[in-house]
């Protein structure tokens, strides 16, 4: 669904995904009551996963970016043009992600796709563009899967899984780690990752058990006996991460759970969750309360613009925003979709308020990885 109100709130966000319908990814110049000189503003449009299992992550995400583009705006706009934040809404099928592309090859006013959420649907936005040969970046997307190929028309600037994983792994290995125990929230999470979670494991050369949670989690954290690794690493969503640490409440071994960027602790610390076992959580962005100018910034407009409270997914989003607006401010001549495109091609090297993005030989940014820790009795720390 297409979206321009100036303020939009988690509650607001909510019920908006239960409003999605055949006419949800109509471009706004073909929707009733948009004006003419809509076509004078730049537009940038969005994918974003509000199915159930991404809801979580997808909302943070879209609140910073739609923070960022709001603060933009209200500060001249992107060479003087007024930027069109599209927000093309989906649930999670590929039926939905088809009809959200159609709008963006219908509308010429659109130069560029950025900040698509969360992990799959980006993933899936990537292989659609390449398949279509649609001519457009698609620029900082939450692309957490380290196994696919990134062509020349993708801009991810966040580290992947792969490096969020030796990231905190790594802090670990103080404990002698040779083992490893793969928790897979759902069904389709192990589908989707288990492959690329066993490769990593191989060559860190850690052996590694994997478990299925298939609905049942809280059982699953019961069920552990003392010869299941110390250390587990969650791959799933921020509700199945709760359950399955009520799960282990009552194990006589210590635990250690390592999730990554696509959980929440504050959420987690809100539903009273893992109040026995530590849970660490990366995220491939700075600290929300660091103190580099993209970081204040954040803090600063969110804290204008939204009754939000910071977390590292709308950090990530506002990050997503401010750096499609740096490159797209460096275009030389006319903004197109071509010109656009052009400016990401080049992947210069740039700093976007202390937040690094530089790319390698692989068209992947940043290894850059952060984390934080839920303790014991609740607190949150990093």
């Known amino acids: 669904m297409l979206f321009q109100e100036p303020s939009l709130n988690r509650r607001h966000l909510l019920q908006r995904a239960s409003l999605l319908g055949a006419s949800a990814a109509l471009p706004a110049w073909a929707q009733p009551g948009k004006t003419a000189g809509a076509s004078r503003s730049v537009v940038v449009a969005q994918v974003v996963d509000f199915s159930q299992a991404q809801q979580d992550v997808s909302k943070d995400f879209l609140i910073g970016s739609r923070a960022a583009w709001q603060d933009i705006n209200l500060r001249g706009g992107l ?34 796709l950025s900040g698509s959420v969360g992990d799959q649907i980006a993933s899936e936005t990537v292989a659609l563009i390449r398949k279509d040969g649609l001519n457009i970046a698609h620029a900082a997307p939450w692309l957490q899967n380290a196994s696919l190929e990134v062509d020349d028309s993708t801009f991810p600037i966040f580290a992947a899984r792969q490096e969020q994983i030796a990231h905190a792994l790594k802090t670990l290995s103080v404990m002698g780690l040779k083992e490893l125990g793969a928790i897979y929230g759902t069904a389709r999470d192990h589908a989707a990752y288990h492959v ?47 359950e399955f640490t ?21 959420v987690m610390q809100q539903m009273g969750a893992a109040r026995n076992t530590p849970v660490i959580a990366t995220q491939p962005v700075p600290l929300v309360t660091a103190s580099l100018p993209v970081v204040r910034s954040y803090r600063e407009t969110l804290a204008r613009l939204f009754d939000e409270p910071p977390t590292s997914l709308s950090l990530a989003g506002f990050i997503s925003a401010r750096y499609t607006f740096e490159v797209l401010n460096d275009v030389d001549g006319p903004l197109t979709r071509q010109s656009a495109l052009a400016a ?18 692989q068209r992947r940014s940043s290894t850059y990885v952060t984390q934080s820790m839920m303790t014991l009795d609740g607190r949150v720390i990093g």
């Open 79 to 112: 060479r003087g043009r007024q930027v069109q934040h599209l927000t093309l809404e989906t649930d999670g099928t590929p039926a939905s992600l088809r009809t959200a592309i159609e709008s963006v090859k219908a509308n010429p006013s659109c130069v560029v």
């Open 196 to 242: 690329e979670v066993e490769r990593i494991a191989a060559g860190m050369q850690l052996k590694l058990e994997s478990f299925q949670g298939a609905g049942q989690l809280r059982a699953l954290g019961q069920k552990l006996t003392p010869q299941t690794p110390a250390v587990l690493l969650f791959v799933g969503g921020t509700p199945e991460l709760a």
């Open 246 to 266: 009520q799960g282990l409440e009552k194990q006589s071994r210590q635990r250690y759970v390592v999730a990554l960027a696509d959980v929440n602790l504050q």
């Open 344 to 361: 990401f091609q080049r992947r210069t090297a740039m700093d976007v308020g202390g937040f690094r993005v530089s790319f390698n030989a």
